[in-house]
């Protein structure tokens, strides 16, 4: 039995990748068992799903706590070192991140290769949903599951346009992913995202690592209307000396205020990482 | 893996393509997590023209019940699902539907009362309501307890509501493969629901306003006797056991698969000096607890308990005669009694002269995760008290999730 753990955030489509490649899988005659996590569904939070695969039927109804493989979605996450708890000695990790597997920022007893999926996920589909995109990385190194297969699944689910695009995105991270390496960087004492006082949810950690993009004020086109000051789900906007504010820990980049600021005074730019 | 006409689908599909297959022709769902895409699964296949049936939304799981009921009451074939809070709302007309003798079926997708996560609680509580209760260990389970239970349920031996159980999350987010049956199989299998006009005897609703009337003598014999309408009732249901049995028999010759006896399943228990109960999703991890010990020569066996509710007191006193010691693994609690399973448990098997040692287990309560390695310590300590070796507590709240 193959045990496999992804690792994402609401509205990356982990869950939607996991079932995709629960359904290559069977396509090829495996058995495969695809369990998502959920907690409170908000976009942008950390969201885990697990996936087994074996020739029988799998019997265990527990999580996967010890992973033979793990998938991330999400470049801040994929810095995180509890993304690598119980993987086991020699396991591999698939993760989207935008620099080379030698630049891969933690360390250990296992091998690992880098995608930029969100680049790929940007070009062909005009979002940052990096699902898809990783599957093409998943099939290469793996070789457990047949790209074929996946791009199957995919379009079984998202026919038409939208599947034709996802497919893309898996064809071009499979040509784009590099071989696995032994991974070299050096594993970090703790996780950064400390906790962090927000209203609305309590006591919340640090949203900052879940942008792709973020909000940028341009204070000569804001006439102080305070709508996006409004509209903020988070609360990451304040009022000061009339104009608006912006804690970049509060905010998870949804791009609201952007699309509601009536005068564009507020523009989105790529984070790097 | 044989390829049949299979597709990877989670719990609430799988119980949705139940009903699709079942030609439902009544459905009221009010939505409630984790049960709310079963509702979503069937919309599109009336939707796509694949499914007849009416789908009324109403506002709330009161309703939903009444609605069944009254469907069901005028010959339609009814569906009805719920969850945790949900199900606590529907318990007074679920007495109406089960009192009148009417075979709704409804999918309890599991949801504790103290929390989102699963356990039993949730249908635990309607265990005074006279429907039938079946656990259920994956999505094909699911799938084919559906149609099993509209052919129980209309059987004119039995004429009762049946409630299908399963973890919510574990099952019902969970995908794997699931053979959908072929619809002409299952047209074959389960014939047009045949509804009988009035199925209450005349005397009955007299007999429930006339107070001392039983004084007269039996009403079945021109008196009435007020106690007539809950005797009846529970003998029915616990009667209802040969049916069942003889549904799960037929299921298997004609698809190949079966769930046991259709009461319990038994998994390795010969020679086993020691058996555990699970239900629901437990029981399917504790196959591979049973395999592990039994592959170090551990004599130790499962009882796959599905059918809860008419109890499956004979195969358990049966078992009862051939062990030392039974572990039952309750998935509940009824705050201030205790776990539901151990109780009937005991119950089932005081009269045995000589009895088996029996231990109670709470786990997986409030979704608590239950590890292959949890069960083998239930076990172990099963195994030991059939060995006369002092166990203690008798009852336990399992520690889960421990080192290995
Ligand atoms: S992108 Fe704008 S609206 Fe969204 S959280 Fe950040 S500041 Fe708030
Ligand atoms: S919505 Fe635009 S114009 Fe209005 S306060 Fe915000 S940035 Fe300024």
């Known amino acids: 039995m193959i045990e496999i753990r992804l690792h994402g955030r609401g509205g990356q489509g982990a869950v939607t990748a996991n079932e995709i490649l629960a359904e290559a899988a069977y396509y090829e005659g495996k058995y495969a068992q695809a369990i998502p996590m959920y907690g409170t569904e908000r976009r942008g939070a950390p969201v885990t799903a697990f996936l087994r695969l074996d020739e029988v039927r799998v019997r265990e109804r527990d999580l996967v706590h010890n992973p033979d493989i793990v998938v991330v979605l999400d470049p801040a996450i994929a810095q995180r070192p509890s993304i690598l708890e119980g993987l086991k000695a020699g396991g591999l990790v698939i993760a989207n991140y935008p620099h080379p597997p030698e630049r891969f920022p933690l360390g250990g007893n296992f091998r690992v290769t880098t995608v930029d999926a969100t680049a790929i996920a940007l070009e062909t589909l005009k979002r940052p949903i990096t699902n898809t995109a990783i599957l093409g990385a998943f099939s290469k190194v793996t070789g457990l599951v047949k790209v074929e297969s996946i791009e199957k699944a995919i379009l079984h689910r998202f026919p038409g346009t939208l599947g034709e695009m996802n497919v893309k995105a898996v064809r071009m991270a499979f040509e784009r992913t590099p071989a696995p390496i032994q991974a070299v960087g050096g594993v970090k004492e703790k996780d950064e995202e400390g906790p962090l006082s927000g209203s609305g949810y309590g006591l919340i950690r640090s949203a900052a690592g879940w942008r792709t993009f973020r909000p940028v004020w341009n204070y000569e086109k804001c006439t102080g209307c305070r709508i996006c000051w409004i509209f903020c789900p988070d609360n990451a906007i304040g009022w000061g000396e009339e104009r608006p504010t912006v804690d970049y820990r509060k905010c998870k980049g949804c791009g609201i205020c952007v699309n509601e600021c009536p005068t564009k005074a507020v523009e989105f730019k790529r984070e790097e990482i | ?404």
């Not at chain 2, 619809?183 to 007299?206: G, H, R, S």
């Not at chain 2, 021109?222 to 003998?235: F, S, V």
């Open chain 2, 1 to 404: 893996m044989e390829h049949k006409n299979f597709e990877v689908m989670t719990g609430n599909k799988a119980c949705a393509w139940g009903v699709k297959l079942s030609r439902v022709q009544v459905a009221s769902i009010y939505p409630v997590t984790p049960q709310t895409t079963i509702g979503e699964y069937i919309a599109e296949f009336i939707a796509k023209g694949e499914l007849n049936c009416e789908l009324v939304n109403a506002e709330g799981e009161l309703s939903t019940q009444a609605i069944v009921k009254a469907a069901s009451r005028v010959g339609a074939r009814t569906f009805v699902c719920t969850s945790g809070p949900g199900q606590l709302y529907m318990h007074h007309p679920m007495h109406g539907t089960s009192s009148g003798r009417l075979p709704v079926v409804m999918a309890t997708v599991h949801r504790g009362n103290k929390g989102m996560q699963p356990d039993h609680t949730d249908l635990m509580s309607q265990l005074w309501t006279g429907w039938i209760q079946w656990y259920c260990e994956n999505n094909q389970e699911v799938l084919d307890s559906v149609i099993m239970a509209y052919r129980t349920a209309e059987d004119k031996r039995v004429r009762l509501p049946i409630a299908i159980g399963y973890d919510g999350y574990i099952l019902s987010y969970t995908s794997e493969p699931v053979e959908i049956p072929d619809q002409a199989m299952v047209d074959e299998f389960l014939p047009p629901y045949e509804p009988i006009p009035n199925i209450l005897p005349d005397k009955w609703a007299e007999a429930q306003t006339r107070r001392g009337a039983g004084m007269m003598g039996d009403f079945m014999s021109g008196g009435a006797d007020p106690q007539a309408a809950w005797r009846i009732h529970h003998e029915a249901i616990l009667n209802s056991k040969g049916v069942i049995k003889e549904v799960n028999e037929e299921f298997g010759k004609r698809f190949g698969r079966k769930y046991g006896n259709g009461l319990v399943e038994e998994y390795r228990t010969d020679d086993a000096e020691a058996v555990i109960v699970a239900m629901g999703t437990i029981a399917s991890t504790a196959r591979v607890a049973i395999d592990r010990m039994r592959s170090e020569g551990k004599p130790v066996g499962l009882v796959k308990l599905k059918t809860f509710v008419p109890f499956p007191t004979e195969d358990f006193q049966e078992l009862g005669k051939r062990t030392r010691a039974i572990g039952m693994i309750d998935r509940n609690v009824c705050l201030g009694l205790g776990g539901a399973g151990f109780g009937e448990l005991r119950r089932a098997l005081y009269d045995l002269e000589e009895r088996p040692r029996i231990l109670g287990f709470y786990a997986g309560l409030a979704g608590a995760e239950v590890r292959v390695r949890d069960i083998e310590k239930m076990a172990e300590k099963t195994l030991k008290a059939a060995r006369g070796e002092k166990v203690e507590p008798i009852i336990e709240w399992a520690k889960l999730g421990g080192g290995e």
